[in-house]
């Protein structure tokens, strides 16, 4: 077979929108005349289906696939492949096709593509859109929790105010296990769901995780109202959801991201978080002034089930399962991804023992444990510090944390655009990118923190805080994208056990901050800032000494087995 041959398709006329030259329908012909049927089941990866079982001078054992046709002009070309399965097939020849001798099958939409946005954007963009109403059904009850429990002033539609009763006898202590009760849940599934998301894919995970959150969101009023055990049991099952959903999103990203335009993909979804804890909390509030409590729950519960229609009509698993996606784009997200062997899925047993065992990969660990420390520190005891130590106002306690909460969103986002930026350079490495982002942005909170424990202005202090904790978020442009770095097809999973641990740190982060501050004394905060700052100091050292970017041999089974034959050649 050379590329002189030609072979003449069933005709078919072609309808085009409009005469745009940028319009191209993407096509699929499988041929096999003994096994048409079989083959029509199999389905396929881009555009329509389109099969013939009389295509002259083609064999039998060869299939044609990606067949193009771009504008008005009817041109197309055609990669010949011959297969001895489905699974396996090797290109023999790309041949060009003559004229515009085409079929279409009955019934076969035209697919439009995306002009404004490559689809990889688009999986992005609805990922910062998932976090962002993942942190809204997070803190929604932290807010209202308060008007539930407590008398609190409310405002008329004609702008008057009236106190309004706790409509709920809880005391402290049970409301703290309430408010756990999302975290022990949280806990569990990390590494499940990492396991699940490599073995079968993170989109239906991802969606149905938030699906199930936006559900039980909507039935917490009528939980809370029926006993506060089954808003305990509601908010533990929801954070057995949630849990799934970071190890999900990197499972996808390990298949869409390229490797060059890792940071920013990994980078804007986590600024979701931060948009969305600010957004919730402020929101909730003005709810629960406004309107009774329930609505908080309504409002956030109604617009997440709009986001999981979105992602499920949207999002596939893979640029190979998107029917709406441009044949350049997937042609660049496949060729740069296809040394990390993300297209398959994971099988058999994930390599626990190289795991557990990598140094590049605990330097993750301990980076991303630090980190856990000292994000919940920040977000659960500095309104504390501030009303306690510097004696501020609750509610402008709250402004300064919102304000934290939007410069971290900020140098996330900036963080990764920059990452990239950088890797565009050839003389500098992805490891030294990942260091230098990490351990600056861990320095920095940890300076911050040192300062803050001995300035006595209030502005000062808050402004250390600011600027440090912002400066810190830098650091998921480093150990956060690193996950994909090192073994890109168990992301999911490592990214389950680091976020596992970081989240036992956040937990025993208020606990110890509770019983070293029990009187409140700026000293006690002075130790607590103190521990908090060696602890980043620890993480960037740690991470900076031991961490890399190279992909580990463990991380591929062809590696893998290439390391195995080399450590017994050199024992031999």
């Known amino acids: 077979m050379n590329s002189s041959d030609h072979y003449r398709l069933p005709t078919c006329n072609i309808e085009y929108q409009d005469s745009d030259e940028k319009h191209i329908i993407e096509l699929e012909l499988k041929t096999d005349p003994q096994n048409k049927d079989e083959i029509k089941k199999e389905g396929t990866i881009n555009g329509c289906n389109l099969f013939s079982s009389s295509v002259d001078g083609l064999p039998e054992s060869s299939k044609t696939d990606l067949l193009h046709i771009k504008g008005t002009t009817h041109t197309a070309k055609s990669r010949i492949y011959t297969i001895d399965t489905i699974e396996q097939a090797s290109i023999v020849d790309e041949v060009p096709l003559m004229g515009h001798n085409t079929s279409l099958d009955e019934g076969c939409d035209y697919i439009q593509h995306c002009r404004c946005m490559p689809k990889r954007y688009v999986l992005t963009l609805l990922s910062f859109l998932g976090f962002f109403n993942v942190y809204c059904l997070r803190v929604d009850l932290s807010v209202a929790l308060v008007a539930m429990t407590s008398n609190h002033t409310k405002i008329r539609f004609d702008g008057t105010e009236y106190r309004a009763q706790a409509e709920f006898e809880w005391d402290s202590v049970l409301q703290g296990h309430i408010l756990s009760a999302f975290y022990y849940g949280y806990l569990i599934t990390q590494i499940p769901g990492g396991y699940i998301a490599a073995h079968f894919g993170g989109k239906h995970l991802f969606g149905g995780a938030i699906l199930l959150s936006a559900i039980l969101t909507l039935m917490t009023p009528m939980a809370s109202r029926h006993h506060w055990s089954m808003l305990f049991a509601l908010r533990f099952v929801e954070g057995l959801c949630e849990g799934c959903i970071y190890p999900a999103m990197y499972s996808i990203l390990s298949r869409w991201a390229p490797p060059l335009e890792r940071a920013k993909m990994v980078t804007i979804p986590h600024s979701g978080s931060y948009s969305g804890s600010v957004a919730g909390t402020l929101v909730a509030g003005y709810l629960c002034e406004f309107s009774d409590w329930s609505w908080v729950f309504y409002l956030f519960g109604m617009i997440a089930l709009m986001w999981v229609i979105a992602w499920q009509i949207l999002v596939t698993d893979s640029p190979e399962d998107d029917w709406h996606i441009s044949s350049d784009e997937k042609r660049m997200i496949c060729e740069s991804l296809k040394e990390d062997n993300t297209s398959r899925l994971i099988e058999g047993s994930p390599p626990w023992l190289h795991i557990v065992t990598n140094i590049p990969f605990l330097a993750i660990l301990v980076a991303h444990s630090c980190e856990g420390w000292g994000f919940n520190l920040m977000q659960t005891s500095l309104p504390k510090f501030l009303g306690e130590a510097m004696n501020l106002?609750?509610?402008?306690?709250?402004?300064?944390?919102?304000?934290?909460?939007?410069?971290?969103?900020?140098?996330?986002?900036?963080?990764?655009?920059?990452?990239?930026?950088?890797?565009?350079?050839?003389?500098?490495?992805?490891?030294?990118?990942?260091?230098?982002?990490?351990?600056?942005?861990?320095?920095?909170?940890?300076?911050?923190?040192?300062?803050?424990?001995?300035?006595?202005?209030?502005?000062?202090?808050?402004?250390?805080?600011?600027?440090?904790?912002?400066?810190?978020?830098?650091?998921?442009?480093?150990?956060?994208?690193?996950?994909?770095?090192?073994?890109?097809?168990?992301?999911?999973?490592?990214?389950?056990?680091?976020?596992?641990?970081?989240?036992?740190?956040?937990?025993?982060?208020?606990?110890?901050?509770?019983?070293?501050?029990?009187?409140?004394?700026?000293?006690?905060?002075?130790?607590?800032?103190?521990?908090?700052?060696?602890?980043?100091?620890?993480?960037?050292?740690?991470?900076?000494?031991?961490?890399?970017?190279?992909?580990?041999?463990?991380?591929?089974?062809?590696?893998?087995?290439?390391?195995?034959?080399?450590?017994?050649?050199?024992?031999?």
């Open 393 to 572: 106002r609750l509610s402008r306690a709250g402004e300064y944390t919102a304000i934290l909460y939007v410069v971290m969103g900020l140098v996330t986002f900036i963080s990764g655009q920059l990452s990239d930026c950088f890797r565009q350079y050839k003389s500098v490495s992805a490891t030294l990118i990942r260091k230098v982002f990490t351990t600056t942005g861990f320095f920095c909170c940890a300076i911050a923190f040192m300062l803050s424990a001995y300035v006595t202005s209030p502005a000062a202090v808050v402004t250390l805080i600011t600027i440090g904790a912002g400066l810190e978020a830098m650091a998921w442009a480093g150990f956060g994208i690193n996950h994909l770095d090192i073994a890109p097809r168990y992301a999911s999973l490592l990214f389950g056990i680091t976020n596992t641990f970081a989240t036992i740190s956040g937990i025993l982060s208020p606990i110890l901050v509770g019983s070293m501050t029990s009187c409140g004394r700026r000293e006690e905060w002075t130790t607590v800032f103190n521990i908090s700052a060696f602890t980043f100091v620890f993480g960037a050292v740690f991470y900076g000494l031991f961490g890399s970017a190279q992909k580990q041999p463990w991380a591929d089974p062809i590696l893998l087995e290439s390391s195995r034959m080399k450590r017994r050649t050199t024992s031999n």
